[in-house]
């Protein structure tokens, strides 16, 4: 038998209540954990967690933050934070935070998708098609992140290389409007610009 006083076992419990979507009783089992161990850094993110689902963002704003100061090399818990930044609309916090993630795990696509969103709010294209080629490269499947690129390639009059993701997304996913829409003024503007007009699809 467990000892029901054992940090563990209240752990355990917890993960178990989250797994089951019973986001206050694990709140409360976490909770024992950190009473015990101070320091225990998964049951702070966890709670963050459940906090998170429950959209008590401040609550797990604080806890992922408690995490990474016991555990610096938490990726997730800058992740996890990052996106709570990005919806308070607090862009260079979110960066900072997606880019500590992406140091610790360069091979996260989700963090190099949403940091590339949060450049190309702030206009900064370049980074934005950086970040975006990277996700690509990552994950080369998903039509929305060629959809996204060449949205940005736009932005920067790069109407070429949008039309070239435009149409990349339209093989991935042929029924994605937007996508046409967006190629047709991309081309558009490729004329009026005197550019040479080759339609792939």
Request: hydrophobic letters at 30%; a negative charge; proline letters at 3%.
């Amino acid at each position: 038998m467990h000892n029901p006083n054992d940090a563990e076992t209240y752990y355990n419990r917890g993960v178990a209540d989250y797994k089951e979507r019973e986001y206050e009783k694990a709140i409360a089992n976490f909770s024992e954990v950190i009473k015990r161990d101070p320091n225990h850094a998964e049951a702070y993110y966890e709670r963050a967690n459940a906090y998170s689902d429950e959209a008590d963002l401040d609550e797990a704003m604080a806890d992922y933050t408690k995490v990474i100061e016991i555990n610096p090399d938490h990726a997730e818990a800058y992740y996890k934070r990052g996106r709570i930044y990005a919806e308070d609309d607090d862009l260079d916090e979110a960066i900072a935070d997606f880019s500590m993630t992406i140091k610790l795990e360069p091979e996260n696509a989700n963090a190099h998708g949403y940091r590339a969103d949060l450049y190309y709010e702030k206009r900064e294209y370049d980074k934005a098609v950086e970040g975006y080629s990277r996700e690509i490269e990552l994950r080369p499947r998903d039509p929305d992140t060629y959809y996204q690129r060449g949205i940005t390639y736009s932005r920067k009059g790069e109407y070429d290389k949008a039309v070239e993701d435009f149409s990349m997304a339209l093989e991935l996913y042929p029924k994605f409007e937007d996508a046409y829409i967006e190629r047709g003024v991309a081309y558009f503007r490729m004329m009026r610009n005197g550019g040479q007009i080759h339609v792939t699809r």
